[in-house]
Every structure is written in structure tokens, then in C-alpha cells.
């Protein structure tokens, strides 16, 4: 009878077996999937469970509510009887001001405790200009808190509170991070309290947002909302990969399942910087670089299409002193692969002043290794505004590029556009809307520089740089835009 059972069950067996083949489900259909690290999953006897409690468990005492407040000042506007148009007829329709009025601004953001001794980091945008912070604990234990320094370019801020043996997150390499990993985002939005949501890493390397003036985000579709500034974004190990920073969120401000956090490794090194130094230094090259699109990189004679093309150098600066000239491509910096705009900045940005860098430029299709010695960053280096829109030149004559018009430059209109005295080129003085230059960028009173590589100093000079270029696909110019330049390609059919 035994030997009858067990025959009967592994018939049995086999068959459920073909079945949930061909209904090509798994036998626990609640089983963790394989990148889950398993040994922190709830387990039954029926086999793991897809829960992250215990994960979750670990982390949550580490990420902590943050408020903060700071005093601002408004300027009073005209009120109770001031309001009525009876008594304005009094006062010519000039009201009496009052007095600027101070009021007390609050913020409420969250935060990640890095270390035992109670160092937090979070966001420079929860905190900024505050006069007080306070840091509480999922406990609603809640402490007084110092800002030991802050980073506006990253978003960045690490603070201190006089606390001991507590619950940290350890940082996980962000490098390694994937698209498509599990992540968790932990941290108090609105002020509910403590939150978890859950998603993927939709994306890494994420800049040009506008959000920072270095960003390397990750994003993700973790549910991130108000109040989750400065929050957790942990894997499936509990380890820190990103600090939670912003959303792009529709006309409700809500979560739209687009949200941005900072990695681990970039936050890490600014709050090393600021530990070590009290403050964070970058290193800075002195050129204005260019994304090299297909375009660009066909007029440039580029067929891989990788690297950044100088539109500018900065006299004086690293690279005016290393010999890197406008049109210059950079391909590589210290052997690593320069993609695109956003990646070199970081690159660059994160070498220490003083470091020398080797790049490697090709220069008119000759590839040459190139050693600048880098200096500090500042804001004011970056200059790239442009100058008085309103004083646009007129008249000029039609030039040799369909649809635009230009004169040569003098030093009224050196001055009219507030260029530097020695600016070379021809202003385009109109421009027609359907024209192929419009469409390519170009606008009114925009400087051309250079036609095909060739500098251009007069209308005559333009017209016969455009006139030998004629049989190429495009035309390839540099245009000096305020106190910027940039290539511009413009098709000629």
C-alpha cells in the first residue's frame, strides 16, 4: 500500500509540474525574484516571500524628519480701510506704506544618519537660511541641530546632532547601481510620518534638469513627494544609493513617478570635503564646452560622434595656458571616454584644484595628448550671459547664407551690443523666420565668428567662406552670443 502512494504521488507530482510548465507560472508564485537578495527576505515554509520588512526595519531609525526655520521679511502692502476706494481718493491713489514685517518661515524636509555620532545627511534646500533646525527620530525623539556646512551647486548639507550610538546607514557604491534595480525611498512626506515606497532606478546620469548646476541624478519611480527632500533611497540590502532631492511633478505638484535622487558616492565626497576642509572644492578648466551632435560631429569629421567640442576658452584660464583652442574636440580625459557635456563637468568637477589631467583632443583630425594643470572653481567663472537683448542692430545686407542678413562690426556696435573691445566677426542683423539658419538656432544679433573653422572679420570675408563651403552638406559656424559662443550648424540644402 506504502509503495502504491508513493507511486501515485510522484505521478501526481509530475503532472502538477507539466501543468505549471505549461502555465508557465512558478511553483511559488510568491517567491522573491532572483536579483532580491534573499537571506533579508521573510521566509515561510513554502519558500521567501517578497516583503522588505526586514530591510525596511533596519533603515527606518537612520532616516530621521528634519524641520527648519528661518526669519524673512515682507514688505506690508495697504489694508483694512486703506483698501476702500473712498479713502484712496484721499491720497492720489498713493497708499501709505507700512513697515517691512518680519515673519517666521518653516520648512519641513528629512534626512540620513551617516554616522554613530549623529553627522545627517540631507538637502541644502531644507535648510537653507535657516536659524533653527530640528532632527527627529521615528521615536519622537528630537534634537537640537547644527549645519557644519553645505554645498549649494549639489544640494548638499551635513549636519550634526549631540548624539551618540546611533542607527546609521551604510552607503552603497552608487557606481555599481543599475537600471532596473529595486529601490526603496524612505523619508516623511507632507508630514505624515515616516513613508516607504517602492520602485526601480528608471534612469542614472541624469543633468541639463536645471535643478543643480552639477547633477548626475539617479532617477527613479519610487513615490517621492514633499518632505521627502533629503530622504533615504536604499536597495534591497539597506545600503544608502541616493539622497531623495526633487520631482518633476504636473499642475497637482504631486508625485508623478519622475523623481531625482543624488548618488551615494557624489553626496559621500561632498561631505568628506566639507568634514576635512569646511568647504567643497572643485577643479576648473576655463572652456565652454558643446555637446557634439550627429550634425556637428559630421561637420567637425567626427563619424563616432563622442566627445565635447570647445566653443570657447577663457583667457588666462588652464586651458588658454595648456594650448586647447576653439574647435578642439575632446575625446577622453585620463583614458575614460567623454560622452557628453553633463558627464565632462562632473569629470572635471571632481578632480581636486591643482590636479593635472591628461585629454585627449583631435584638432582638425589630428588626435593630440594634452596635460592641463586644473584650478579652483568659482561661480564667477562660468560666465555665459548674454547682453542687451533690446539693442539689436538693423539694416546690414543680404549675405551669402540664405535668409540672413549681416554687417561687420564697428565700436558703436561693439558697444550697442556690450561685446569686449577686439570682438571680431559680422552681426546677423536680420534673419528670416522660415530660413534653414533659424531653424538651425540662429537669432538677431548674433556674432558670427568663424565659417567652416575660417575666422571672419568682414561681410566680403563671410560671404566668401560661405560661397567656398557651398558644396558641403552644412555650413559649420562659431557665433558669439553675449559673453558666450557656441557652434551653430546650419544646412545648406
Do not use: C
Not at 389 to 407: C, D, F, Y
Not at 442 to 457: A, F, M
Amino acid at each position: 500500500m506504502k509503495g502504491h502512494i508513493r507511486t501515485s504521488t510522484v505521478v501526481l507530482i509530475a503532472v502538477i509540474a507539466m501543468l505549471v510548465g505549461a502555465l508557465g507560472v512558478t511553483i511559488h508564485s510568491r517567491s522573491i525574484p532572483m536579483f532580491i537578495d534573499t537571506a533579508h527576505a521573510a521566509t515561510t515554509e513554502q519558500g521567501p516571500l517578497v516583503s522588505f520588512a526586514p530591510v525596511v526595519k533596519r533603515a527606518m531609525p537612520a532616516v530621521v524628519n528634519i524641520s527648519s526655520s528661518k526669519v524673512v521679511k515682507e514688505q506690508g502692502a495697504p489694508n483694512g480701510m486703506f483698501d476702500d476706494p473712498f479713502f484712496r481718493q484721499f491720497f492720489g491713489g498713493r497708499m501709505p506704506q507700512q513697515q517691512p514685517r518680519s515673519q517666521r518661515a518653516t520648512s519641513l524636509g528629512s534626512g540620513v544618519v551617516v554616522s554613530p555620532d549623529g553627522y545627517i545627511l540631507t538637502n541644502n534646500h531644507v535648510v537653507d537660511g535657516a536659524t533653527d533646525v530640528k532632527v527627529s527620530f521615528a521615536d519622537k525623539e528630537e534634537y537640537p541641530a547644527k549645519i557644519i556646512g553645505t554645498d549649494k551647486y549639489s544640494d548638499v548639507a551635513v549636519l550634526k546632532i549631540d548624539k551618540r550610538g546611533l542607527t546609521t546607514l551604510p552607503f552603497a557604491d552608487s557606481a555599481h547601481a543599475e537600471v532596473g534595480d529595486v529601490v526603496l525611498a524612505i523619508g516623511e512626506p507632507f508630514g505624515l510620518g515616516q513613508t516607504v515606497t517602492m520602485g526601480i532606478i528608471s534612469a542614472k546620469g541624469r543633468g541639463g534638469l536645471g535643478i543643480e548646476r552639477f547633477e548626475d541624478f539617479i532617477q527613479t519611480d519610487a513615490a517621492i513627494n514633499r518632505g521627502n527632500s533629503g530622504g533615504a533611497l536604499i536597495d534591497t540590502k539597506g545600503e544608502l544609493v541616493g539622497i531623495n532631492t526633487a520631482i518633476l511633478s504636473g499642475e497637482t505638484g504631486g508625485n508623478q513617478g519622475i523623481g531625482f535622487a543624488i548618488p551615494a558616492n557624489m553626496a559621500r565626497n561632498i561631505m568628506d570635503q566639507i568634514l576635512k576642509k569646511g568647504k567643497v572644492t572643485r577643479g576648473f578648466m576655463g572652456i565652454l564646452p558643446q555637446e557634439l551632435t550627429p550634425d556637428m560631429a559630421k561637420a567637425f569629421g567626427m563619424p563616432n560622434g563622442h566627445g565635447v567640442a570647445i566653443a570657447q576658452v577663457t583667457n588666462g584660464s588652464p586651458a588658454d595656458k595648456a594650448g586647447l583652442k576653439v574647435g578642439d574636440v575632446i575625446t577622453a580625459i585620463n583614458g575614460d571616454q567623454v560622452e557628453d557635456v553633463n558627464s565632462f563637468r562632473l569629470a572635471v568637477a571632481g578632480f581636486a584644484p591643482g590636479t593635472t589631467v591628461h585629454l585627449k583632443v583631435n584638432r582638425n583630425g589630428q588626435n593630440l595628448d594634452i596635460p592641463v594643470t586644473l584650478s579652483e572653481y568659482n561661480l564667477e567663472a562660468e560666465g555665459n550671459g548674454r547682453g542687451q537683448e533690446n539693442n539689436l542692430p538693423s539694416g546690414g545686407e543680404k549675405g551669402a547664407l540664405r535668409g540672413v542678413s549681416v554687417q561687420g562690426l564697428n565700436s558703436d556696435l561693439r558697444q550697442q551690443l556690450e561685446l569686449p573691445e577686439g570682438t571680431a566677426g559680422v552681426v546677423i542683423t536680420d534673419l528670416d523666420s522660415d530660413s534653414p539658419a533659424a531653424a538651425a538656432g540662429l537669432e538677431q544679433g548674433d556674432v558670427i565668428v568663424q565659417v567652416n573653422h575660417k575666422p571672419v572679420t568682414t561681410v566680403a570675408e563671410f560671404n566668401s567662406a560661405v560661397r567656398a563651403g557651398a558644396s558641403k552638406d552644412s555650413t559649420l559656424l562659431l557665433v558669439k552670443r553675449g559673453q558666450g559662443t557656441q557652434f551653430v550648424v546650419v544646412p545648406n540644402k
